[in-house]
């Protein structure tokens, strides 16, 4: 089960390089993802799942557009 994956800003030295058909397991959450992924928790500020806002419990499903955006700054 396939997902699209994109990791924003200073996550995105993080993105794996087959993030346009990253391979999923039964069941796999957001959470997870991000644990297997190895990006530190503190650095998510936000997650998309198919262009809305989704809580870090989220089961993921086959075909998913997952979007992770790092704590932004600016001025």
Not at 66 to 72: A, D, E, K, T
Request: proline residues 11%; aromatic residues 4%.
């Amino acid at each position: 089960m396939p997902i699209e994956l994109r990791c924003f800003a200073t996550l995105a030295p993080l993105t794996p390089s087959n993030a346009n058909a990253l391979p999923i397991g039964p069941g796999e959450t957001v959470n997870a993802l991000i644990d297997r992924l190895g990006i530190p928790r503190e650095e998510v500020k936000i997650v998309f799942v198919n262009g809305t806002a989704a809580d870090l419990d989220r089961v993921l499903a086959d075909g998913d557009r997952v979007g992770i955006f790092p704590p932004v700054g600016g001025g």
